[in-house]
């Protein structure tokens, strides 16, 4: 062996699981010859002001559905939703489900809906001023009642955004999508299901348990047989930004390399909980946490989704053991094989160290 391979000290080749949901495991290789994936060079974003032939830019409102709300709610609009031209879902063509031997369908009913975030075409979300931002947040918490309100048949109204070619949207100019389903998707289900489980056994609520660790855990994790330093833990390694009432983590078992999720520091199940006066916080912790991924990553594409409590019978029962948090998921490579066939995440950075070169970005303060 060569000293050129010799693997560095650093290095890190393990399977984490991920706490929450313990039937999804990422591969941490940071190993050059590990490395399955190239990061690809990713198409560039379109970061004009203003185009003339986008239908989300202002001056071309007639180019959409009509507006289901916006704001502000009189003068020129900053943010406009309106009805998806090609929804995946909606109440249109319903069709009743059916069961027949080992196919089943329930119906398709529910609504898609997108949020135009800002009049300017290809702003980022770290150039949106924070009271645009806490608006922002304000749209998706109003939207998402009205429609839980509209129709008992909805148990979830997912909200999210694809930023970038290389997350997947489909028009360039900065957008949110809303779509309420009559279903809970499998992956809500399934961290649902098993803070649930967790909390049943502890009595406590498992993601308070890793802001806590987050925040306060320190260790030294000894080999039981030559007594070696196998890991340090440091004290705040996982947090990429703190505000008064959310605070930005690197999870353990981050799926992608540039992962951060944004929780509420107190316990809370529902995002439509989170009160007026504390969008501000929110909106500063995302702004902070997005400009850090951009300055890191050099021009962050990402999907960011929303996970909330859902609403169906069990909405009660699960308060005091889910905690709603926002997943943002930059994409920097494409997805390979092994990762479609195995379901096995690959993530190339070390996520400790990851969340290290986040918190070092030199932010204006505030
Ligand atoms: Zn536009
Ligand atoms: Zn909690
Ligand atoms: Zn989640």
Redesign the pocket.
């Known amino acids: 062996m060569s000293d050129a391979s010799k693997p560095d000290s650093n290095e890190v080749r393990e399977i984490r699981i991920n706490p929450?949901v313990p039937g999804e495991s990422v591969l941490v290789a940071t190993a050059r010859s590990m490395r399955p994936k190239k990061a690809e060079e990713l198409a560039p974003r379109d970061t004009r002001k203003h185009v003339e032939t986008c239908p989300f830019c202002r001056g071309n409102e007639h180019k959409t559905p009509p507006a289901i709300l916006t704001w502000p709610d009189t003068g020129d609009w900053q943010i406009r939703m309106v009805e998806n031209l090609y929804p995946v879902l909606g109440d249109d063509r319903a069709q009743a489900g059916f069961t027949f031997g080992l196919q089943q369908t329930i119906d398709g009913y529910g609504r898609h809906e997108v949020i135009i975030d800002h009049s300017e075409h290809g702003i980022a979300v770290q150039d949106m001023a924070e009271t645009h931002l806490a608006a922002l947040f304000g749209v998706y918490q109003t939207r998402m009642r009205q429609l839980f309100d509209s129709d008992e048949r909805l148990k979830y109204v997912l909200v999210f955004k694809n930023f970038g070619p290389a997350a997947g949207a489909s028009i360039p100019h900065t957008h949110s999508q809303v779509i309420a389903m009559p279903v809970v998707p499998e992956?809500?289900d399934a961290?649902v299901r098993n803070s649930a489980t967790h909390y049943a056994k502890h009595h406590h609520c498992i993601f308070c348990a890793l802001i806590d660790e987050a925040l306060t855990f320190e260790a030294t994790i000894y080999d039981r047989n030559s007594g070696a330093v196998r890991r340090k833990i440091n004290v705040g390694q996982y947090v990429v930004e703190r505000g008064e009432k959310f605070i930005a983590i690197k999870p353990f078992a981050s799926r992608y390399e540039w992962e951060v999720?944004i929780l509420p520091l107190a316990h809370q199940a529902d995002f439509l909980d989170v009160r007026g006066e504390d969008l501000a916080d929110l909106a500063r912790v995302m702004k902070r946490t997005m400009a850090r991924l951009d300055a890191v990553i050099g021009g962050a594409q990402y999907n960011f989704f929303l996970?909330s409590v859902p609403h169906d019978a069990q909405q009660a029962t699960h308060a005091p053991s889910y905690h709603w948090?926002l997943?943002i998921c930059p994409r920097t490579s494409i997805p390979t094989g092994f990762e479609l066939g195995s379901g096995l995440f690959v993530n190339t950075i070390n996520p400790e160290e990851a969340a290290e070169r986040l918190r070092s970005v030199e932010l204006p303060a505030r």
Request: aromatic share 0%; charged share 25%; hydrophobic share 25%.
């Open positions: 929450v992956n809500v961290e999720h996970h948090h997943e």
